[in-house]
């Protein structure tokens, strides 16, 4: 069993800003790539960040600049730092993880933080 626990949501005006945290725990082998996605009401779900093991990282165009990821390999843990945030920063966050459980890769979300940014 492999949980992901994010932290680090809430409120915040425009312009400030807001860190993420998202620990992956339970039967783990190792964990491949990580990574962001948010979820803004009447939308589909899309990619914000992620970073691979090799820790070559990808962003969405309307983060870059703006947003940093990074992860601690030693605690399983990514995060996200977020400046200069916008009220179309508004959305769920979620936590993605792909973990070698034995021979098998697989994907794993976490629950969710909300972020919102209104003044």
């Known amino acids: 069993q492999v949980q992901l626990v994010e932290s680090g949501g809430g409120l915040v005006q425009p312009g400030g800003s807001l860190r993420l945290s998202c620990a992956a725990s339970g039967s783990i082998f190792s964990i491949n790539a990580m990574g962001w996605y948010r979820q803004a009401p009447g939308n589909q779900r899309e990619l914000v960040a992620t970073?691979?093991?090799?820790?070559?990282?990808n962003y969405a165009d309307s983060v870059k600049g703006r947003f940093t990821i990074s992860r601690d390999n030693a605690k399983n843990t990514v995060y996200l730092q977020m400046n200069s945030l916008k009220p179309e920063d508004t959305a769920v966050y979620y936590c993605?993880?792909?973990?070698?459980?034995?021979?098998?890769?697989?994907?794993?979300w976490g629950q969710g933080t909300q972020v919102t940014v209104s003044s």
């Open positions: 993605n993880a792909r973990i070698w459980v034995g021979v098998a890769l697989k994907s794993y």
């Open positions: 970073i691979p093991s090799g820790g070559i990282t």
